[in-house]
């Protein structure tokens, strides 16, 4: 199943070669931390080092998570690393997971590369987890981009958390979006890939 191709990108496991571009794009003056979560602030100089030593020893020992919890966007014509597709529970008990995109960047901002990663990602994890029904994914009305990413894509906007997210002045609400297997299914039945070739 991997890599996962799409028109703009491809979906992979992070390699040796891409840690320079991923420590560049975690500096804390770049423009994606406006959309995720800003409010939490970029990482530490500390937590980045500390995670990059922890990515290179994953790579160097080739001990990635089966199915994979996150892989590599990287643009389809130069295999350069451009960004990251990730998945965390919201309830383990209950198979319910929520699934993430960063397009870190920003010079490949636009142009359907979110909707492709987003959209291989939830193909594959919806084939590697046979028995989850349902996928999820949360974002900010300050992050319009995901708002058209997960719209695109056919999620139903489930949740809305009003005035939830006091940001620089303004005052957000927060979203949840759904994603049910059977909607999936009818939406992409020869596979999310095979829409997008």
Not at 38 to 54: F, K, M, S
Not at 172 to 195: H, N, Q
């Amino acid at each position: 199943m991997l890599p996962m191709e799409g028109r703009h990108i491809r979906l992979r496991d992070i390699r040796l070669a891409d840690l320079p571009a991923w420590e560049r794009l975690r500096a804390p003056d770049r423009p994606w931390y406006r959309f995720d979560a800003p409010w939490g602030g970029p990482p530490t100089t500390d937590l980045v080092t500390a995670e990059r030593i922890r990515l290179a020893e994953t790579i160097e020992a080739g001990t990635f998570a089966e199915p994979r919890v996150r892989l590599a966007i990287a643009d389809a014509a130069t295999d350069a690393y451009i960004g990251t597709v990730g998945r965390y529970f919201k309830s383990r008990e209950t198979d319910w997971a929520a699934v993430g995109i960063g397009i870190h960047d920003e010079t490949y901002w636009g142009g359907g590369r979110g909707t492709e990663a987003l959209g291989l990602w939830c193909g594959y994890l919806f084939e590697a987890f046979p028995t989850w029904r349902r996928l999820t994914t949360e974002t900010w009305t300050g992050n319009a981009p995901m708002m058209r990413v997960a719209e695109k894509l056919g999620f139903t906007l489930e949740a809305r958390y009003r005035e939830a997210r006091p940001w620089q002045g303004g005052v957000y609400d927060a979203l949840g979006y759904g994603m049910l297997r059977g909607e999936w299914a009818a939406r992409y039945p020869d596979g999310f890939a095979a829409s997008v070739r």
